[in-house]
């Protein structure tokens, strides 16, 4: 039987676990029977859509590792557009609104409402946070 998923990231992009952890578990439901619907980075999480994330060589650049994924196996990739704004991380939209000078959004991630996450909540067969 195949389940429906939607995942909820909290950690940072870099400094915790949560965040391997969580495209781990994205990687392997990509690979089973089940469906991936979208990721949802909230809190400390959207830092995860900066395009401006720059790792060390020797560190997994997280920023291409959740596009490439999302875009290979077609999940959204959300950030709670509150939590984002909070923490610097601006979409173009949100930048024309707020009359900033820059955004940084990276391409494939959305900003989007907490109503999105709710509608996972109601609507998916599981929602899995890290």
Do not use: I
Not at 97 to 118: I, K
């Amino acid at each position: 039987m195949s389940l429906s998923y939607a995942l909820v990231v909290t950690g940072d992009v870099y400094g915790n676990q949560a965040t391997h952890m969580a495209l781990e578990f994205a990687k392997a439901l990509a690979q089973s029977e089940h469906k991936l619907n979208k990721v949802f980075f909230y809190q400390s999480g959207v830092s995860q859509a900066s395009e401006l994330v720059v790792p060390a060589n020797d560190e997994l650049h997280v920023v291409q590792k959740w596009q490439t994924l999302a875009q290979q196996h077609q999940f959204a990739l959300e950030t709670c557009v509150a939590a984002a704004l909070r923490r610097g991380v601006v979409s173009e939209d949100e930048a024309k609104q707020h009359q900033l000078a820059a955004h940084n959004v990276a391409h494939s991630f959305e900003q989007v409402g907490l109503g999105s996450l709710a509608e996972a909540l109601l609507s998916y067969d599981r929602v899995v946070q890290f």
